[in-house]
């Protein structure tokens, strides 16, 4: 992109829908960025559940992994709390060495069968965050590939058909999966009214943020950081930017 070139404006996300699912590797995932309009969308009468594939344990250098999976589980409960998100599950596999495979499809199909979900989102997934050089992290990677395909895998009957013996039924119902933040997002939502919220999401991680580096992490200009341009680009102060994926064309 040339110096004079400006960002393609974002199309609005559809909110045409009543039910989410926001499957992500950690504790404070979605407040880097997508917590606002989770808000956003609370406020307006939808449903939302997060599911967390780890507990984060690995994430606070100084403290063990035991305390640290208790400790990020409160602080992200408190933090959907926030947002309007009252429903919080942990698939407890392991942080930091996430592998793509059939046992993480597995339990995230489980959760799309449970949830019945519209829409799923869950966080960037390329490479890296800017399209060039700012690498992204094995588990995010792993995790958003892994929905894809388990979005996929809840609406085959044939497909882990154990879980489908008991209460969970097949869901094929998923219109589209949403990766917040990705650096080849086209679809994006305004988020002004809600800014404040997300920033307080994301302030609720208060033990891992005072891990971060030297101790000056600020939530605010951080998010400020990443909302302007994308509200720039949906016509509005603040914004929140999504890659979309489609369901509902087959």
Not at 59 to 69: F, K, V
Not at 94 to 123: F, Q
Not at 133 to 139: G, T
């Amino acid at each position: 992109m040339s110096e004079t070139q400006q960002p393609a404006p974002l199309e609005p996300v559809s909110e045409d829908w009543q039910r989410a699912l926001a499957v992500v590797a950690h504790p404070d995932d979605l407040e880097f960025g997508a917590a606002a309009a989770i808000a956003r969308w609370t406020a307006q009468g939808k449903h939302v559940v997060y599911c967390l594939v780890t507990s984060g344990e690995a994430g606070i250098d100084g403290m063990p992994p035991e305390q640290t999976r208790t400790v990020r589980e409160a602080e992200q409960r408190a933090s959907a709390a926030v947002v309007g998100v009252a429903e919080v599950e942990f698939l407890g596999h392991p942080d930091g060495v996430l592998e793509y495979g059939i046992p993480l499809r597995r339990d995230i199909a489980a959760a799309v069968r449970r949830h019945r979900p519209d829409i799923v989102i869950t966080n960037n997934f390329r490479d890296t965050w800017d399209g060039a050089v700012a690498l992204n992290q094995a588990d995010h990677i792993a995790t958003g590939r892994a929905v894809l395909d388990a979005v996929r895998d809840a609406g085959n009957r044939w497909v882990f058909p154990e879980q489908l013996d008991g209460d969970l039924e097949r869901w094929g119902g998923v219109k589209q999966v949403w990766a917040a933040g990705s650096p080849d997002s086209r679809h994006g939502v305004d988020v002004t009214d809600t800014f404040g919220l997300g920033v307080d999401s994301l302030r609720a991680h208060d033990a891992y943020l005072r891990g971060l580096g030297a101790g000056d992490f600020d939530p605010e200009e951080f998010l400020e950081g990443v909302s302007r341009p994308a509200g720039a680009r949906i016509g509005g102060r603040y914004g929140a930017a999504f890659e979309v994926f489609h369901f509902d064309l087959f």
